[in-house]
């Protein structure tokens, strides 16, 4: 069974729920804590499940797609899958500098070419050649095209 512990700020996703049979420990965000702290608060009965219908039974996995379905299609997206958005999120940590090591943890890989797989290549990556600019090998990919005497062409 999957857990919410407020007092560490941490969601503990079970074993048999993880692919890799190891259970996986999330710290919550401001705004995961503060949807999690909204739903308990409107709760009724006694459960122990956070998001719940208007009975107090716990949703499917099936309601939570058809309700994912009905969330693109009123904004307007074709062709995304509740599982894309880990691709996305792959890729806003590689475009925000994540070390590929931390990139690897946090999407719960145990081989980083996993994460390399789930990370796609954007334009705003092209910022890593500022950071490396003037510093080892980027010396010489600032320099390329240089025909000044005595410089790398």
Not at 5 to 34: F, G, H, Q
Not at 50 to 62: A, H, L, M, Q, R
Not at 105 to 118: A, N, T
Not at 122 to 137: D, F, R, T, Y
Request: net charge positive.
């Amino acid at each position: 069974m999957n857990e919410v512990i407020l007092s560490r700020n941490v969601i503990v996703i079970s074993a048999e729920k993880m692919k890799s049979k190891k259970p996986s420990v999330k710290k919550m965000t401001k705004l995961a804590r503060a949807t999690i702290e909204a739903a308990i608060s409107k709760r009724t009965g006694s459960t122990n499940f956070i998001f719940v219908d208007d009975k107090g039974e716990p949703y499917s996995e099936n309601r939570v797609s058809v309700a994912f379905g009905r969330a693109c299609k009123a904004a307007k997206i074709k062709d995304l899958r509740f599982h894309d958005l880990k691709h996305d999120f792959a890729t806003l940590l590689a475009e925000s500098d994540v070390e590929s090591f931390k990139r690897q943890h946090l999407l719960d890989h145990s081989d980083p070419r996993m994460s390399g797989k789930y990370t796609h290549w954007s334009p705003s990556m092209l910022n890593a050649i500022v950071a490396i600019e003037g510093k080892g090998i980027g010396t010489i990919l600032s320099q390329e095209g240089n025909t000044e005497e005595g410089q790398p062409t």
